[in-house]
């Protein structure tokens, strides 16, 4: 009897200690795709917009992973590569929902992929990767990789783009420069610093386009690298590009920075418009306003010249004044010890500071 007790205490701890792993060999042959074939999990893909696209217009490519369970792990995407298309996966996180499905609650995980055809053509994106760690009841946890459907979409190029070379397409899209300084009064010598800035809604700063100093003769340029930067806010991205160029001014002149142009596709109204930049006149100096002019014009002067011209000229309208008042009322001898004593004072203006000898008294020097 006690033999038998032992006998039945041994099979129970062999049960014991061969039910993990018996459990474990259950959870191993279950897989998330033996899931979604049983319709426990499932794994869609879908695109917005899905039609109307242009060539660098932004896709949003939605990847939904729902369990009838919980996500007991972090999942990981695999983007796929397609010529011609830049796939990018700007938020880390995916946003969590829930919803009933057959009577049931389901958990959601929403991951927003962002879509740039590069031309126009008609592409296919392959499945996304997913990896992902799901409960499943008895069987623990499984863990392994789902596959999203592919999906295709045509991006065409409308008749309004079809002359222009480069442009930016987005719902918000704007162009600005400044300058740190007046461009006023400048002489040879100054400085200055010019920034254009680019800014747009829904594209990456990647997607903006340069900006090339201008190379004018007597006005050196000396382009910045630019400064690129990406954010996003609740699916709402937002690129900037801001190029800074110093100017130095090295002759005097007439310089003028062209105007410029840029080509926006505003997705939100579908229409193509022009952003353009203001050409700017900067004159450096007096030289510049005398090359229209001949020497002898008024534009040869400088105002600080022209007043020491009306200074002198009043001076000299002085004298004659005093000139014409007074010497016909002296008489001629009057008149001629004036002119005397006027040469005698001019003499002594004409005599050295110095004596001709340090010591007259002395014989030193001679």
Do not use: C, H
């Amino acid at each position: 009897m006690i033999r038998g007790i032992w006998l039945r205490l041994l099979q129970g701890a062999l049960l014991l200690l061969l039910l993990p792993a018996a459990v474990k060999g259950i959870a191993a042959e279950i897989t998330p795709q033996q899931l979604e074939r049983e319709g426990r999990v499932a794994i869609d893909a879908r695109l917005s917009p899905a039609a109307g696209v242009v060539p660098g217009q932004k896709i949003t490519l939605t990847i939904e992973i729902a369990s009838e369970r919980w996500f007991s792990g972090g999942t990981r995407l695999s983007l796929p590569e397609v010529p011609g298309v830049v796939i990018l996966q700007t938020e880390q996180f995916a946003s969590n929902a829930s919803e009933r499905r057959g009577g049931q609650n389901w958990v959601l995980q929403l991951w927003t992929l962002d879509v740039y055809p590069q031309r126009p053509g008609e592409f296919t994106l392959p499945p996304v990767t997913a990896r992902v760690k799901i409960n499943a009841g008895e069987a623990g946890d499984v863990e392994g990789v789902l596959e999203s459907p592919p999906v295709t979409f045509t991006a065409e190029l409308p008749a309004a783009l079809a002359g222009v070379e480069q442009w930016v397409a987005a719902p918000e899209y704007s162009v600005s420069q400044s300058f740190d300084r007046s461009l006023e009064g400048l002489q040879v010598g100054d400085a200055f610093e010019r920034e254009i800035v680019f800014i747009a809604s829904d594209v990456m700063a990647m997607m903006l386009p340069t900006f090339s100093a201008e190379d004018l003769p007597g006005l050196a340029a000396y382009p910045a690298p630019p400064v690129l930067d990406n954010s996003s806010n609740r699916g709402q991205t937002l690129a900037s590009r801001k190029q800074r160029i110093s100017y130095v001014v090295q002759a005097e002149g007439e310089y003028q920075l062209p105007a410029a142009d840029f080509f926006w596709w505003d997705t939100a109204r579908a229409q193509l418009q022009v952003l353009s930049l203001p050409a700017t006149v900067i004159t450096v100096g007096s030289g510049a306003a005398s090359t229209s002019g001949s020497p002898g014009s008024a534009e040869f002067f400088s105002p600080r010249q022209w007043l020491m011209v009306a200074a002198g000229l009043a001076l000299l309208g002085v004298l004659l004044w005093l000139a014409v008042r007074y010497l016909p009322r002296l008489p001629l001898s009057r008149l001629g010890a004036a002119a005397a004593a006027l040469g005698a004072k001019l003499r002594e203006l004409r005599r050295p500071a110095l004596p001709e000898r340090l010591n007259p008294g002395s014989s030193a020097g001679e």
